[in-house]
């Protein structure tokens, strides 16, 4: 046993969003003609994430998402958010130069935008996915083979926004030790430790978890943008800094009488031998303890 926490988890893939198309006008099916990214590809302003049904879909994250098409002249807190985002002179306006921005987003998809290549140009609300805003960068997580057939409520894309985290049950006397904004190590079973920080701390949930743990309250853990870490994956959290082991037995194999607390151990003539011993803490089932007489291997008593 250690003196410090350690609390299993697992990782978490970052929130998730996902990007629906609309089947495009004069045509009857949603039918992907192609993929511009893969798996893990990051997305930033403006990227294509491939087509439907021959039109492009390409991704922002907006401040105020759009909510219709924007043709020249239109005015808008939309127009404003697409502005930003696209990198230009931010006139609330749809002027020349957002108009020419969208024009070079099409030419380097290689598809003729809405309303032709001069005057006609406009913004297509069908063709640009608006994503909420996120601190760190989106990360394709899906995207179907070119040819898939989309079913009317299924996805074009689903995208990992912000970054991965760690999801754990803490007991009460485990979250009274945790704080938000402190730092902790995560490592998988025979790997490197990586930092990562307490981002939040929830309510007490009376329900124990399916994988056993009991009531407590949920801890959010955010890891680096970097991390190296695949959602699923089984993880140790260490809250506070790691101290070395100390020796344990099953609290059940503890003892009690006049003399003192103490264990049976079986010696090599398989006769019980009373061991003193000093208790330093309990947990989940075992009891840290001091004893000269007792070694690691040693075996001792449990049932009565």
């Known amino acids: 046993m ?3 926490v350690r609390i299993q988890g697992e990782v978490v893939g970052s929130d998730s969003y996902q990007v629906h198309a609309q089947l495009p006008e004069g045509t009857h099916r949603a039918v992907v003609t192609d993929t511009a990214v893969e798996h893990g590809t990051p997305l930033t302003n403006g990227t294509l994430l491939g087509a439907v049904s021959d039109r492009p879909i390409f991704v922002f994250s907006l401040e105020i998402p759009l909510f219709r098409d924007l043709k020249a002249k239109d005015k808008g807190s939309d127009v404003i958010s697409l502005q930003k985002a696209l990198g230009v002179s931010i006139t609330g306006i749809v002027d020349w130069q ?3 921005a969208v024009r070079s987003l099409y030419a380097k998809a290689e598809i003729i935008p809405p309303g032709g290549w ?9 063709e640009f996915a608006s994503l909420p805003p996120t601190d760190g960068t989106p990360v394709v997580r899906t995207i179907p083979a070119v040819g898939s057939l989309l079913e009317p409520d299924a996805p074009f894309a689903e995208l990992s926004l912000g970054s991965s985290f760690v999801s754990l049950r803490a007991s009460v006397r485990e979250s009274d030790q945790i704080t938000v904004g402190d730092g ?4 998988v079973p025979g790997g490197v430790m990586e930092p990562a920080v307490i981002a939040a701390v929830g309510e007490f949930q009376s329900q124990g978890t399916a994988a056993g743990r009991p009531p407590g309250k949920d801890i959010r853990i955010e890891l680096p943008q970097e991390t190296k870490l695949a959602a699923g994956q089984l993880v140790s959290v260490l809250f506070g800094s ?3 082991p100390v020796t344990a037995v099953p609290t059940l194999a503890i003892r009690s009488d006049v003399d003192g607390e103490y264990v049976l151990r079986r010696d090599a003539k398989e006769e019980k031998e009373r061991i003193p011993i000093v208790v330093l803490r309990n947990a989940n089932g075992w009891t840290a303890l001091e004893s000269d007489e007792l070694s690691l291997g040693d075996e001792v008593l449990v049932s009565p």
């Open 184 to 187: 902790v190590s995560v490592q």
């Open 242 to 244: 790691a101290t070395e």
């Open 98 to 100: 957002t108009l020419e």
């Open 118 to 126: 001069w005057e006609g140009t406009y913004v297509r609300l069908s």
């Open 2 to 4: 250690t003196d410090d």
